[in-house]
């Protein structure tokens, strides 16, 4: 019997970002503090930045290290201190209403990481060893931060589910396909910060109509 090589030192740690990336999605679905929200997806930027830095030392790109500092300055830093003062100029530090009790979400989440795997398989078994095993998890971050957004009754929340979702595309990009164009990445990242100041003021102007963040109050202006 041949004795299976172990992967390459940058592949391991892909795949340990890739897992990292993965529990930090199944704990922002069983968080109801938004402080926490935000402190866990400043956490899922800084894995993508060690992502890209391993990305780009192992392909030697210039532009992946870009991209790292891009992922670092935004999604680490300004993001996150934009979503804290929004937070506590709203008072919104918690979100104790969701759709879906947690458990069943995280019944939910794992079903859906079943399913991303099973519908990158086709693609994944034509790749290299570490698209094989990060395609998946990619999807499956897209996924849980798609449910993030459904299930959530805060406005706020469903910021965080969008940014999430991005990042989940973001990973899929750099651990998949070893990145993309700078001039991507950077219309990416300022259509991702301009979101984020429109969603502000979206929830702002929900504040000041009804009083509260929970977006079934916008049902009564279907009903009018």
């Known amino acids: 019997m041949h004795a299976v090589a172990p992967l390459p030192l940058a592949t391991q740690v892909i795949h340990l970002c890739a897992a990292l990336l993965l529990l930090l999605s199944f704990a922002m679905l069983a968080q109801r503090r938004v402080v926490n929200l935000v402190n866990l997806f400043a956490a899922q930027g800084a894995v993508l930045v060690v992502c890209s830095v391993v990305v780009a030392w192992v392909t030697g790109s210039v532009e992946l290290y870009e991209s790292a500092a891009l992922a670092l300055a935004l999604k680490v830093i300004v993001l996150p201190v934009i979503l804290h003062r929004l937070i506590r100029r709203l008072h919104a530090q918690w979100d104790t209403e969701t759709l879906v009790q947690i458990p069943t979400m995280q019944i939910i989440g794992i ?3 079943i399913f991303a795997f099973v519908l990158a398989q086709p693609i ?5 060893e570490a698209t094989r095993g990060t395609l998946g998890i990619a999807l499956a971050v897209v996924f849980l931060a798609l449910l993030m957004m459904i299930v959530r009754r805060k406005a706020i929340a469903q910021v965080i589910g ?23 990445e950077l219309g990416i990242g300022l259509d991702v910060l301009v979101g984020v100041f429109v969603l502000g003021i979206f929830v702002f102007q929900i504040r000041e109509q009804f009083e509260s963040l929970d977006l079934h109050h916008m049902e009564h202006l279907r009903e009018d």
């Open 111 to 113: 079903l859906l990481v």
């Open 124 to 128: 994944a078994r034509f790749a290299g």
């Open 162 to 184: 969008f940014l999430a979702m991005e990042n989940g595309l973001l990973f899929a990009a750099t651990g998949a396909t070893y990145g993309m164009p700078m001039v991507v």
